[in-house]
């Protein structure tokens, strides 16, 4: 009994399965990353352009928290997923001071959109 | 939008002049000062939340400063430009004097930004690219307010918010969009 509710409430822990993203309503979710992010071009937050498969922390000439750049993560949909659900519990430190995007399908067309968005021209 | 709705541009903006508050004055109504700084509880977690938001307002009064020196804006867009980047010059002063008061370094602007200064053709499109920053504003505020831990900071950032908010509205009136698209923003 007392592992099944440990497993549960592990489980509550975990962001919700995020169910399949569209990229197209990824693009709107978007814009509530333009205060500081932009696809091509690093701004007070770095470029997003070829995120998927890409070290959290490695955009050359970017300065990172340190809390992010000796995270460990390989930013791809999962950890995506669960940065973005609650990115100063998933990495305390982070200098982004923003609540997250709580909504699961939200995030799945978000993250959907960065996936699209390929890989950097330069 | 309905016709009895629209506002001819040029008392639009003579109206949006005189009615945009003073984000100075909202804050210091906010109480936002040394004794609630310390008062916080946690306030490393909120100078970084701070410092994330003073980034921000810095590069936005950047960006208006490009859209000012461009030689796109006419008046009283350009008038309207300025009197934006005021404003964000009013919340990046007392986000940083905030940061200081929590003993925290407020970050300092960049030595560059690397603006899309090629898509910059026309006044609609610097319009535009302000646009977007200011939506992104509102949503970062948004993204701020529920994660500081002093109550008075939330309060502080949400009257922020609702300028950049109206900054938002005023850039879509004068791009000849519907100014308020929705009932509640993200």
Redesign the interface.
Known sequence: MILLLSASLAAAAQPAAAPGGDAVRGAAIY??????HSL?????GPKHCGLIGRRAGGVAGFSYSPALEHSGIVWSTESLDRFLTAP?AAVP?T??????VKDPQERADLIAFLAAAGPCDN | MPESTIVPRRSFFAAAGKTTLSAGAVLLLAGCGTRQAAMAADPA?DV??????L??E??AIAAYQVGAESGLLTQPVLDLAVQFQGHHKEHADLLAKTVRDFGGQPVEP?PR????TEQLTSEADVLRFAA??E???V??YL?????FHERELAKAAASILGDEAMHWAVLRQALGENPVPVAFV?
Do not use: I, W
């Open positions: 814009e509530r990353c333009q205060a500081c091509e071009r690093n701004r007070t100063l430190g200098r982004m001071g923003y609540a997250g | 977690a970084n939340v701070l410092n994330a938001a980034g921000a810095q590069e960049l930004y690397d603006f899309p977007g920053l939506k992104g504003a949503s970062a993204g701020a307010v529920p994660l993200s």
